[in-house]
């Protein structure tokens, strides 16, 4: 392994020279994804297994950092069957984001800075994903983070993209406090940073380091759940679970491919990573996975429900990729560790390796439809079918498969979730089943809203005039292409060969007779939206005014948005920042201030000189140590 | 290497400039000694590797003294360890930087030169004295032409801020005294007494005596690093002082005190800083988070960094104050972190003040547009300040934290999830600030048609920005710098503890 070690080196190099143009960056990404090709294919066919099972590689490693003589951060490359997935992942959908952004980003005035931000994204992300230490995964988590603000913030003179990359900052950073406070319990017990060395010394029965985390204890829980409880807090937060979603929807607001790219695909899955990295440990305690579970789950239903009543496409998109990551999270809550009972792990990965495309496909779609409005509502849509084949077509694709309609990729992943919760638990089952249905409602109201419906104004009155500029260029074709060619064969990899819980292949099949229930009600969903959405009706004002205040709510997003601004806002700046700001101001100064003023009275009362200059008062100040020196020396003794 | 250089050297540099006629004179003779600083500073670097890298174990190189006045056993003694080199490379980059921001001063250009450079030499004095007496006397440099600085070159309620500042360093100076003058009483070497932090060391003080006389030690140095509740100067001070007295002070002076607390206070008294270490933590967290609160609500550029430097400085004492090894590395790297990342935040807010005359948050506004490279400097001081990976801040912060944790009871726990807790806290008044200043849409059209850094303040940004990343990037060379000083303070400690 060596070797792979030095080809993802040589990776590294190149992205640490900032690309500054959108050339640059695209070819360096290229070359990129072909190594991370080269490494996958390396790793999991010319080094193939040992002893049935992919080894976890630790390829490099160098101490940055020394905290005691245990613990350190060592930076390090992992490489194991989940990492080397992800780096394929990365580098192509980042690949395909590059390309389309040479045609949807051109005549920028910050062209250059936004493939230097890009590149940095993917810098920190690849960082992230090979990070062979607890810590490691930390400081790229954080700079993911950061590239992610610095992207939302892209049009920096526009308000609400400020305010949308302050929020998915901070509250982001909120959850990764407790990803830290998890590394520092981890780390505590554990005794190393190390993935590796962690999870065999927590693993192993009756060591030191398993003994003292399961029975150290606080309010009941044991510091292992309390550790592995705050390090998903960190992940949940990345990867939008319910409630700390707040920040995707309005992370809209950043350009499409960076949406495509880092709120779609790659940076909210980090989470679901995270979980996944640290499963061995998650598999010894189940109120963690319990917790991840129902996370998952909740978030899975709530933003299908919410997306269901959205009217900004980019924002539907951005619920269905929460529900999605949702499906994920709670697949590797219901999942065990080995054989069969593993399902839930291998389920979710692949879930999260379908999802990238064809997510990654829907968002670089309706970036090609923002490209021709100018708008991202609903109603300036319609009727695009005719001006937009390939878009048309691909999109099209894309929603089948996230519907989870056969052969289509989403299709395979989704049922093997479906499978997992059913084996586990039938409630979970239900909800996720009815969630299903729900995807294929919403998404096809996308789509027929966009593509369909009303045979929609001319090019001309559209305003396009004589600057009509069809699909937009080559660049922004080609990804669309790729991804939907891939969004239709991906399903086919027998996925669980690769990637599995305990890295022994996993034989994964979809029985028919299961497929039944879930096809089946995606179908209904899609003619459902069809019925409501194909045509101009009033069919959907019907149905939205006959839900009523349950509509509104949904509509509302459940008013979870204000009740963070409400705790925000009230509580933490006013009942707290402003308190502390005023204290400041007149209580703790005042009393230095009196001090002052009490010293100043009682100068003036013995001495009545106050000159005010601080020269005489530095006089009378060595004058005071002269004399406390003196006393000092003849009266102490 | 004689160290006496490290004083010799701005000596003459500030006496050539009261020698020289002009104000380009003036100017280039101030930048070259700034310059000549740094270029001794690597070499003093270079010279301890090497000695080091020969297997030189002594707590303290390049000793060298004289006898000063012998009755009382004063004596000019001074050496040092990574710890001092430290704090000393992180003297040359602000003060060059410091200089380079004042280029264009626009009145008595001669004298704030002068004091500028005056002040340097306190804290070098400072940082390598090896003599309780001597290390006051610099303490008293240090102090005295920062009043000056203020109350000549300042804005706003000038007079105010400068008499402020100036009782209460003071006040921490008159403590910090009584401290000293309590340890010197106490000490015994052939039947008298000794000031040498050496042999005051290695002899050791009572408990008894040691309880008494550390408050006054640790306050009196606390109060220069923003000890809560003696933090209220630190507002008032920055906000009216010009620009590279602001980077001066928090920079450097409230550095002062975070190594006073750490050579004099700790290192001395390790039995009384074991005692009282319950009550450093508290009123550690407290300037922590309250710090960060306040600044929350700060609408002042200004304002907002001097709060938020109360809000890091806390973090030293935070590690001085959980006295494990891991910790103390922390706090030292905090010292320099947050001296390097407060001169280029004061250095980003100088220079957008300069142009536009207000630092009020919500007058400015979309400066990204007109001056980007301003812009991104005071992007990369607030970036660091939130401890992002890459900058020093992370390191240092990181840092902290893992020596806490290291302390296994509750009370510790809590103190580090309090700590912990700022880092959100933080991000929200940093891109508050960030967010309403720099990014947003053009509020004051005036503003158009002003133009980007000088050749000056890029270099001077860009200096500390290297300072910065260097340890950010690559802090091993750092923690390794220090770790042979912070061993010996941590071995007194785990001696008394034992």
Known sequence: ?637 | MDLSLLIILPLITALAILLVKGLKQVRIVALLGAAAQLILCFFLLYFYYQERTKGSAADFLFQSGYIWYEPLGINYHVGVDGISIAMILLTAFVVFAGVLVSWKMEKMNKEFFFLLIFLSLGAYGFFISLDLFTLFFFLEIAVIPKFLLIGIWGSGKKEYSAMKLALMLMGGSALVFVGLAGLYFNTNVNGAHTFSLIQIAHQGIPLGVQKVFFPFAFIGFGIFTALFPFHTWVPDGHSSAPTAASMFLAGISMKLGGYGCLRVAAYLMPGAAHYYSTIIIILACIAILYGAFATMMQTDLKYINAYSSVSHCGFILLGIGMLTKTAINGAVIQMVSHGLMTALFFAGIGMIYDRTHSRQVAQLGGLMKMMPFISTVFVIAGLCSLGLPGFSGFVAEMTVFMGSWEKGDLFYRLATIVACASIVVTAVYILRAVGSSIMGPVKNNDYLKLGDAGWNERLAAALLIIGIIAIGVAPFWFTDLINPGTDTIIQKVADVIK
């Not at chain 1, 990070?131 to 992610?148: K, M, R």
């Not at chain 1, 707040?246 to 790659?266: F, K, N, Y």
């Not at chain 1, 459940?558 to 601004?565: N, P, S, V």
């Open chain 1, 1 to 637: 392994m060596p070797l792979a070690g030095f080809v993802i080196l040589g990776l590294f190099g190149r992205k640490y020279f900032k690309n500054f143009s959108g050339i640059i960056g695209t070819g360096l990404l290229l070359v990129s994804a072909a190594l991370a090709l080269y490494t996958a294919y390396q790793y999991f066919f010319v080094n193939g297994k040992v002893d049935g099972a992919y080894p976890s590689v630790t390829a490099v490693k160098y101490t940055w950092l020394s905290f005691s003589e245990k613990v350190s951060i060592d930076m390090g490359i992992i490489l194991d069957p989940i990492s080397a997935m992800m780096l394929v992942v990365v580098t192509f959908v980042s690949l395909m984001v590059h390309i389309f952004s040479l045609g949807y980003m051109k005549g920028e005035e910050r062209f250059a800075t936004y493939y230097a931000f890009l590149g940095l994204f993917t810098f920190s992300m690849l960082g992230l994903v090979i990070s062979a230490n607890l810590f490691q995964t930390y400081i790229f988590w954080e700079l993911v983070g950061v590239s992610s603000y610095l992207l939302i913030g892209y049009y920096y003179d526009k308000p609400s993209a400020v305010a949308a990359s302050k929020k998915a900052f901070i509250v982001t950073r909120f959850a990764d406090l407790g990803f830290l406070i998890g590394i520092l319990i981890l780390a505590f017990y554990g005794e190393t940073l190390d993935f590796n060395t962690l999870i065999q010394r927590l693993t192993e029965h009756q060591s030191s380091q398993s003994i003292a985390i399961t029975t150290a204890s606080f309010a009941g829980v044991t510091a292992l759940t309390w550790g592995l409880v705050l390090v998903f807090i960190g992940g949940a937060g990345k990867s939008a679970m319910f409630p700390l979603h707040i920040w995707l929807p309005d992370a809209m607001e950043g350009p499409t491919p960076v949406s495509a790219l880092i709120h779609a695909a790659t940076m909210v899955v980090a989470g679901v990573y995270l979980v996944a990295r640290l499963f061995p440990l998650f598999t010894l305690t189940q109120a963690a996975l319990g917790i991840v579970t129902f996370v998952g789950l909740i978030s899975a239903f709530l933003a299908a429900i919410i997306a269901c009543t959205q009217t900004d496409i980019k924002r539907v998109l951005a619920y269905s990729t929460m529900s999605q990551i949702g499906y994920m999270m709670f697949a590797l809550g219901v999942s065990g560790y080995n054989g069969e009972a593993g399902l839930g792990y291998t389920a979710s990965l692949f879930h999260l390796f379908t999802h990238a495309f064809f997510k990654s496909l829907l968002f670089l779609g309706a970036g090609a439809v923002i490209h021709l409005i100018h708008s991202n509502e609903m109603k300036d849509m319609g009727g695009l079918r005719k001006y937009m084949p390939i878009t048309h077509i691909t999109f099209l694709v894309a929603c089948l498969a996230i519907a989870g309609i056969p052969p289509f990729a989403g299709f395979f992943s989704k049922e093997e979730i479906l499978l997992a919760a059913f084996n586990s638990n039938k409630i979970v089952y239900g909800i996720a089943l009815f969630t299903s249905g729900l995807t294929a409602f919403y998404m096809f109201r996308l789509y027929f809203s966009i593509f369909w419906r009303a045979a929609g104004p001319s090019p001309l009155e559209r305003g396009w005039g004589e600057v009509f500029h069809g699909e937009g260029t080559f660049s922004m074709k080609l990804p669309l292409v790729i991804l939907g060619a891939c969004t239709i064969v991906a399903g086919l990899i027998p996925f669980g060969e690769y990637v599995s819980a305990n890295s022994k292949p996993l034989a994964s099949h979809v029985d028919p007779v299961f497929s039944i229930a879930p096809v089946a009600l995606a179908l209904a969903g899609i003619l459902l939206a069809m019925w409501m959405y194909k045509k101009e009706s009033s069919r959907p004002q019907q149905v939205s005014a006959a839900l009523g205040g349950l509509y509104k709510t949904a509509y509302r997003k459940f008013y979870i948005d204000e009740i963070y601004l409400f705790v925000t806002k009230k509580i933490i700046f006013n009942l707290i920042g402003r308190p502390a700001a005023w204290i400041d101001r007149n209580i703790v100064d005042g009393l230095m201030n009196g001090i002052a003023a009490v010293t100043a009275g009682i100068s003036s009362l013995i001495k009545g000189i106050q000159s005010g200059k601080v020269q005489s008062y530095a006089l009378y100040f060595f004058g005071g140590i002269i004399a406390l020196a003196i006393i000092f020396l003849y009266l102490w003794k």
